[in-house]
């Protein structure tokens, strides 16, 4: 009924729970708006566009479903309105409709229904779970309720069910709940031909009982089926409390199908990490979008599950890349320095950079430890040049494209390319790490496989300069072509990647490199404060 309600993470969590029943789900994303794909999509409007291994650029709901659950995601996992588009008005050029009038109902909603099914197929899941983007009564959603409100005659009624996350507002002034906004959001729903067979109520508090015969009444469900979806401390609470009031059993009887008793004992390890941290673990991410958290979306997350890892309550201090700029390297000292850890993540343009510049050589000078990611990578690289190396132009071909000194310049693939959409360095691709580097001590491997989304890469006309200075290559693609890792072994912890580490990380297997960077960073803290306890009282 309205937005950002936590339809993603619901359906992540209802997905987990399944799983922990021994069912194998699928999970699909069907979003409204008339892009193709987020790809191109504004970070403060979009949030972060999640990266799949076959190289879609997806919602970041996809985030959600692959940090719940185990299943592996593709460009079949997202769908759009606009690809739904793009792929009917192909086929209409390309006559394969016959001459005939292409409209809404049956031509959208048939290939709407047909990317659930080929999901299935390709997948061969127990369950499907489907996610609607938007609000009820959007007009660009209606396509879609439409599809699987015959998607539900079609497989037969007892072989799917409707879930409608709504609202159910705290009005201060009044002190008591309204649940007029759920009945109204249930009512559309009817209008169109779909009854809500669970309601899941987005409450800030406790849904007393008589407010849940209420809501069963008015909106036609049973009152076991009204379901109180309240605000957590953290998202990882969330499917251990829809488990507690039986959802998924619930689920499953409306689908007739007989399964284990869900095992949350993985879950329940993890609430005990998340409400009884041994302290906390600080740490500073440097970024040009961080007034939209959404942006940096699966970092934050990768960070979380590193920090409990190491039983620690993660506490990010988000600092602007610009409020760096032109201060005196002291006053950047000072900003910084109650980080135990300083992390720069990705994201393109010019905007920013000096005061990503200005941190990592922080970072460095001061034994801090540093993480870069993919943009990251490229500015520490560009921040060694200059300042170690003595490459007083050195800089990225994307920032200044006259720059003498390209220590990053575009990927070969791309020169000449000035498309945005989709011309990327995409997906997972193989990388070949150094026996001995801390990227292979935090994967236990020298083969990796991660995930990529940039269209830069360092330079290796400067790699016999760079390296003699210390600034090691740890990592490269199994052709030798792409620096995918580099380091410096003189410093405490500093490693900076040119892929993207936070879109594989999960909640009950936290990412190696976050982890071995949450370590360091730990290992810092306590030799600061050890620093701190030996000095000389001053009088």
């Known amino acids: 009924m309205v937005s950002s309600l936590g339809?993603?993470?619901?359906?992540?969590?209802?997905?987990?729970?399944?799983?922990?029943?021994?069912?194998?789900?699928?999970?699909?994303?069907?979003?409204?708006?008339?892009?193709?794909?987020?790809?191109?999509?504004?970070?403060?409007?979009?949030?972060?566009?999640?990266?799949?291994?076959?190289?879609?650029?997806?919602?970041?709901?996809?985030?959600?479903?692959?940090?719940?659950?185990?299943?592996?995601?593709?460009?079949?996992?997202?769908?759009?309105?606009g690809r739904i588009y793009e792929t009917i008005l192909t086929k209409e050029r390309r006559g394969d409709f016959l001459g005939k009038t292409v409209q809404v109902i049956p031509h959208v909603t048939n290939e709407i229904k047909d990317a659930i099914r080929r999901l299935a197929e390709e997948h061969k899941p127990d369950i499907v779970m489907v996610e609607i983007g938007g609000t009820v009564g959007d007009i660009e959603s209606?396509?879609?309720?439409?599809?699987?409100?015959?998607?539900?005659?079609?497989?037969?009624?007892?072989?799917?069910?409707?879930?409608?996350?709504?609202?159910?507002?705290?009005?201060?002034?009044?002190?008591?709940?309204?649940?007029?906004?759920?009945?109204?959001?249930?009512?559309?729903?009817?209008?169109?031909?779909?009854?809500?067979?669970?309601?899941?109520?987005?409450?800030?508090?406790?849904?007393?009982?008589?407010?849940?015969?209420?809501?069963?009444?008015?909106?036609?469900?049973?009152?076991?089926?009204?379901?109180?979806?309240?605000?957590?401390?953290s998202v990882y609470l969330v499917p251990e409390m829809l488990g507690e009031q039986g959802l998924d059993a619930l689920a499953l009887r409306y689908l007739h199908i007989a399964a284990p008793p869900a095992n949350l004992a993985p879950w329940r390890e993890l609430r005990q990490r998340l409400e009884h941290p041994e302290g906390p673990l600080r740490i500073a991410v440097v970024g040009k979008y961080v007034e939209y958290e959404d942006s940096y979306k699966s970092l934050k997350e990768s960070l979380v599950h590193a920090a409990l890892a190491h039983r620690r309550q993660l506490q990010v201090d988000w600092v602007e890349s610009e409020s760096l700029e032109n201060l005196p390297a002291a006053a950047v000292a000072q900003r910084l320095a109650q980080a135990d850890g300083v992390l720069v993540p990705g994201g393109f343009g010019a905007r920013g950079i000096p005061g990503m510049l200005a941190a990592i050589r922080y970072a460095r000078e001061s034994g801090t430890p540093f993480f870069g990611i993919c943009l990251g990578m490229q500015c520490a690289v560009i921040e060694f040049a200059r300042n170690v190396c003595g490459m007083a132009a050195a800089n990225s071909s994307e920032f200044d494209p006259a720059t003498p000194q390209r220590v990053i310049y575009k990927l070969r693939e791309l020169l000449g390319v000035e498309e945005m959409g989709g011309t990327m360095r995409l997906g997972a691709w193989p990388c070949t790490l150094v026996a001995?580097?801390?990227?292979?001590?935090?994967?236990?491997?020298?083969?990796?496989?991660?995930?990529?989304r940039h269209r830069y890469e360092y330079n290796r006309d400067y790699e016999a300069t760079l390296t003699g200075a210390g600034l090691a290559i740890t990592g490269s693609s199994p052709d030798g072509v792409y620096v995918e890792v580099v380091e410096i072994a003189s410093h405490p912890w500093f490693l900076g990647c040119q892929f993207h580490p936070e879109f594989k990380s999960r909640s009950l297997a936290p990412h190696p490199l976050f982890r071995a960077f949450a370590g360091a960073a730990l290992e810092h803290r306590r030799a600061q404060r050890e620093a701190c306890l030996s000095s000389p009282a001053r009088v």
């Open 142 to 233: 209606l396509p879609f309720l439409e599809a699987i409100r015959q998607m539900r005659q079609e497989v037969g009624r007892e072989n799917a069910i409707f879930i409608h996350l709504t609202l159910v507002p705290y009005i201060a002034a009044a002190g008591e709940l309204k649940t007029k906004p759920t009945q109204h959001s249930v009512r559309e729903l009817r209008e169109i031909g779909i009854q809500a067979d669970i309601v899941l109520c987005r409450v800030d508090r406790e849904l007393p009982a008589d407010m849940r015969a209420k809501i069963a009444l008015f909106c036609n469900v049973a009152e076991e089926a009204v379901i109180a979806a309240r605000d957590a401390s």
């Open 436 to 452: 001995g580097s801390r990227a292979a001590a935090a994967y236990g491997s020298l083969e990796i496989s991660e995930r990529h």
């Open 7 to 81: 339809k993603g993470l619901a359906a992540a969590s209802i997905g987990a729970l399944l799983e922990s029943r021994g069912l194998r789900v699928a999970l699909l994303k069907f979003d409204p708006y008339l892009n193709v794909d987020p790809g191109t999509m504004s970070p403060f409007q979009h949030g972060e566009v999640f990266v799949t291994d076959d190289g879609a650029e997806t919602d970041l709901d996809l985030g959600h479903y692959e940090r719940f659950t185990s299943m592996p995601l593709s460009r079949l996992n997202n769908v759009t309105a």
